[in-house]
T-cell receptor, first 115, second 117 residues
Framework: AQSVSQHNHHVILSEAASLELGCNYS??????LFWYVQYPGQHLQLLLK??????LVKGIKGFEAEFIKSKFSFNLRKPSVQWSDTAEYFC?????????????FGGGTRLMVKP | GAGVSQSPRYKVTKRGQDVALRCDPI?????LYWYRQALGQGPEFLTY????????KSGLPNDRFSAERPEGSISTLTIQRTEQRDSAMYRC???????????????FGQGTRLTVV
């Protein structure tokens, strides 16, 4: 079965700082990769996704993620964070040939951006 | 409604009681998923449905947990004889078609926070 690791549980940044959140997964086959975000008091929302093609994917609100197959990684980046980016971020993987319709999530990273 | 709706938002129950958590997916969505999220962890898969058929229940932790979606729309997750370890956020999601998450996005509700005392 696949698993997902997010190495940073809590990150604190000042506004305008650059962000990179790590995500590694363990599964050698075909994967679809996702980043979800949960703003305080709200539901989980899709930030971006990778299915195939260009390994650098761009999502909403200036976020991007890069799929590096050799490293089993899908790190999330943003060049300049804003206070409104304070949220919890979850990396998730779907292995369509292994677990069909299931998403496996990492443990999440809580990001706090200081104004 | 426009999104996935879950009720109640918060539920406090005494140990040993049964609870039923409700999920109303986005209208027309074929697939419905249940996840459980313990404090400080990511969501964990419990079960999912395509229409009224339960496709995978491998994530249900034991036989006290069950789920149904009798008419292919609203779903109920039932926990019998609740225990303190059942305390968690229970999340429901739906997606437009049943081809899998490689094709369609999952939309999540706000969750039900269950506390067993």
């Amino acid at each position: 079965a696949q698993s997902v690791s997010q190495h940073n549980h809590h990150v604190i940044l000042s506004e305008a700082a650059s962000l990179e959140l790590g995500c590694n997964y363990s599964y050698g086959g075909t994967v679809n990769l996702f980043w979800y975000v949960q703003y305080p008091g709200q539901h989980l929302q899709l930030l971006l996704k990778y299915f195939s093609g260009d390994p650098l994917v761009k999502g909403i609100k200036g976020f991007e993620a890069e799929f590096i197959k050799s490293k089993f990684s899908f790190n999330l980046r943003k060049p300049s964070v804003q206070w409104s980016d304070t949220a919890e971020y979850f990396c998730a993987v779907n292995a369509p040939n292994n677990a069909g319709n299931m998403l496996t999530f990492g443990g999440g990273t809580r990001l706090m951006v200081k104004p | 409604g426009a999104g996935v709706s879950q009720s109640p938002r918060y539920k406090v129950t005494k140990r040993g009681q049964d609870v039923a958590l409700r999920c109303d997916p986005i209208s027309g969505h074929v697939s419905l998923y249940w996840y459980r999220q313990a404090l400080g962890q990511g969501p964990e898969f419990l079960t999912y449905f395509n229409y009224e058929a339960q496709q995978d229940k491998s994530g249900l932790p034991n036989d006290r947990f069950s789920a149904e979606r009798p008419e292919g729309s609203i779903s109920t997750l039932t926990i019998q004889r609740t225990e303190q370890r059942d305390s968690a956020m229970y999340r429901c999601a739906s997606s437009l078609d049943g081809r899998g998450l490689g094709y369609t996005e999952a939309f999540f509700g706000q969750g039900t926070r269950l506390t067993v005392v």
